[in-house]
């Protein structure tokens, strides 16, 4: 696969949890620096997450404290804890590598409402 797949979202009410995972088949997975990225409706695609090959983890403001980045190296996967989801959380959910980008995936859809 030349494309991240991307799996997990769903829909949640405000206040609660899902884990999005990213398998990666391309590249030397564990040297890679790594980063989740959103889109909503109308707005840009943004960085909210990402690990570099020494699990060195940044976010976004928006979500500092509320989500989680993790990597397993053995199966190539990316993982995103996401807490007290909030309905400004709606996106669509992507994974890729950092500075030259893979094909994007089709992402998927984290929907957070009552």
């Known amino acids: 696969q030349a494309q991240p797949v991307e799996s997990g979202g769903g829909l949640v009410q405000p206040g609660g949890s899902l884990r999005l995972s990213c398998a990666l088949s391309?590249?030397?997975?564990?040297?890679?620096?790594l980063g989740w990225f959103r889109q909503a409706p109308g707005k840009r695609r943004d960085l909210v997450a990402s690990?570099?090959?020494?699990?060195?983890?940044g976010y976004a403001d928006s979500v500092k404290g509320r989500f989680t980045i993790s990597r397993d190296n053995v199966e190539r996967t990316l993982f995103l804890q996401m807490n007290n989801l909030k309905p400004e959380d709606t996106a669509v959910y992507y994974c890729?590598?950092?500075?030259?980008?893979?094909?994007w995936g089709q992402g998927t859809q984290v929907t957070v409402s009552s």
């Open positions: 690990i570099d090959n020494n699990d060195i983890t």
């Open positions: 391309r590249g030397l997975f564990n040297i890679l620096a």
């Open positions: 890729n590598r950092l500075g030259t980008y893979y094909p």
